[in-house]
């Protein structure tokens, strides 16, 4: 099983803790009462049953055995493209960014929980077709594999109308596309919200260099989401974390790589 799918413990505590930062339950109560602590040993709760009502399919990734092609297949990509977009995109639903991406352009994030393996998580605006949609791709790497999602999005509806993917196993096709919500576009901040949050300017490093930065901070009941800000970086972060009061930081994200050489590893177009 290593190979075919991504963890059930980082998909179901990222997405709870998407849920929590929502308002739909306690945070503390979603990722630390259990879930990061023992959905891998198999614990169950009520968190996990409602992460699987609101957000996930019947079939947990850790127990689905997909087959190389067919509709099992694509509705099991479908599902790990759901998590992953929304992982790529935002944090907590948000981006704090000010600067878009340019065709070509990518970065790549090593996103850090507890108890989990490190995660390098790419995103990358391929290409824009004269009809203004917009392929994106998004990876996911880590220990066990890595997958790849290149999508066509409609940016004035935010709907993902085309997906092609490849999984650890190599099974690389089209996936096809109904209009599910695959895609959900990151809450847009206005300028002066981002302005409102900086708390400062601080020189942060991480793996790809050392960046000076304005340091952004927004509440989350009793949690909060920070971001470091540099506009030469597409996306204009260089780092962003989730932290929990009396818990620390729930999870962290670091820009390990970014450049402008990015375009289709799938066929896409």
């Known amino acids: 099983m290593k190979k075919q799918a ?48 609101e957000v996930a399919p019947q079939t947990q990734p850790s127990q689905a055995k997909a087959p190389p092609m067919g509709p099992q297949w694509n509705q099991f990509m479908v599902m790990q493209a759901q998590m992953a977009f929304n992982y790529a995109f935002s944090a907590g639903g948000l981006w704090a960014g000010q600067k878009g991406y340019k065709p070509g352009e990518f970065t ?33 790497e880590d220990s066990e594999g890595s997958w790849i999602w290149e999508a066509l999005i409609d940016t004035n509806t935010s709907e993902m109308v ?8 190599g099974n690389e096709g089209e996936v096809p596309v109904s209009g599910q919500a695959v895609y959900m576009a990151p809450m847009e901040l206005t300028e002066e919200s981002v302005q409102g949050a900086t708390v400062g300017k601080e020189k ?18 009793e949690g909060q989401s920070e971001f470091w800000l540099a506009p030469q970086i597409p996306g204009g972060v260089v780092k962003y974390l989730i932290s929990q009061k009396g818990q620390g930081t729930i999870w962290a994200s670091d820009l390990v ?13």
Not at 11 to 32: E, I, Q, Y
Not at 122 to 127: N, P, Q, T, V, W
Not at 258 to 269: H, I, Q
């Open 6 to 53: 991504i963890s059930i413990s980082i998909v179901v505590a990222a997405l709870a803790l998407t849920l929590a930062l929502s308002g739909c339950f306690n945070l503390g109560d979603a990722v630390m009462g259990g879930i990061r602590s023992g959905v891998r040993k198999g614990v169950s709760s009520g968190v996990e049953q409602r992460v699987e009502q």
């Open 257 to 269: 790589e970014y450049g402008k050489n990015a375009d289709t590893v799938l066929k896409s177009y």
């Open 204 to 221: 942060v490093t991480v793996p790809a260099g050392t960046f000076q930065s304005d340091h952004v901070v927004y509440m989350s009941g």
């Open 162 to 169: 085309r997906m092609r993917a490849r999984d650890a196993d």
């Open 108 to 140: 790549k994030f090593k996103w850090t929980m507890e108890g989990d393996d490190p995660i390098v998580l790419e995103r990358a605006y391929l290409k824009e077709q004269d009809d203004g949609k917009q392929w994106w791709r998004v990876s996911w």
